[in-house]
């Protein structure tokens, strides 16, 4: 099969074409004769920015969210005022109340809209766990389980207990969608809050023998301490990926730092940019 992703929504943007930058993700898939989008951004340029990049929203067969937080999933309203009744795949823990506290500093960083409320627009709810094929040869990951000994979860991500205490947000409905391509298999993540090399040891795992030919989204690296990043560096040449993109959660820094370790084997996954497998 073969794919070609384009970047609607991210915290940059490439070219001069007026695109929208905002912190947010989310991507077009063509594979083989289905359109995808994975996840949403935050609503302020999916819609326009699809227009200057000629995709037809109201043509997509299926929508993805890749995890419950509103910076991948506010744009579901206005998707959904396009296309009707559609399918939305997602783990069930996505509509969690979600945290982020630092300094005494508190945010709601969940989904902005009541499950109901999307239902009322078209969204029909397709709860997923494990790994679960969604269209030929697309597949999202389900569950990542946590088995890298430096990825930890990111200690200002909070949900609130049953006495309304804070406890830590494991964020186990963080999922990835692979897609077997002609050239190995293409992850796109949203933003690995499982962990970047979790989530390829777990592909690896599920799909024995086939390469990943390439991975580009979120990565939360940007988050990740000095220690943490340069054992992910380390660890992702034992994948021999071909193709690997950084954005949204990355940080300016360290998707420097990528690039010059990776050098053409890495790209920029701004707004505009497209991937294919050809």
């Known amino acids: 099969m073969q794919c070609e992703c384009t970047v609607l929504c991210e915290n940059s943007v490439a070219g001069s074409l007026g695109f929208i930058g905002e912190h947010g993700w989310a991507v077009h898939i063509k594979a083989g004769d289905k359109n995808i989008l994975f996840d949403t ?10 227009k ?24 579901l309203p206005d998707v959904l005022h396009m296309t009707g009744n559609k399918q939305v795949f997602l783990h069930p823990d996505c509509f969690t109340n979600r945290y982020w506290t630092k300094d005494g500093e508190c945010r709601e960083i969940g989904i902005r809209y009541k499950k109901e409320y999307l239902e009322s627009l078209g969204a029909v709810f397709v709860p997923n766990t494990q790994l679960t094929e969604i269209a030929d040869n697309v597949f999202l990951t389900g569950e990542i389980p946590r088995v890298s000994s430096f990825e930890q979860p990111d200690p200002f991500m909070k949900i609130k207990g049953p006495k309304d205490e804070w406890q830590q947000d494991n964020l186990l409905d963080d999922q990835s969608l692979v897609m077997r391509t002609d050239k190995g298999l293409v992850i ?23 390469n990943i030919y390439a991975v580009f989204g979120g990565t939360h690296l940007g988050f990740a301490d000095d220690e943490q990043f340069e054992a992910t560096v380390a660890a992702l040449d034992d994948f021999s990926i071909q193709k690997i993109g950084a954005s949204h959660c990355t940080g300016l820094s360290n998707t420097a730092k990528l690039h010059h370790r990776f050098g053409e084997r890495f790209f920029f996954s701004s707004v505009g940019c497209r991937f294919n497998s050809d």
């Open 41 to 50: 951004g935050q609503g302020l340029g999916l819609i326009h920015n699809s």
């Open 52 to 75: 200057l990049l000629d995709i037809d929203l109201k043509k997509i067969d299926a929508i993805v969210i890749s995890h419950g937080h509103y910076d991948h999933t506010s744009g």
């Open 188 to 210: 796109i993540l949203g933003c690995a809050h499982a962990g970047l090399i979790n989530i390829l040891t777990h592909v690896n795992k599920q799909f024995p023998g086939e």
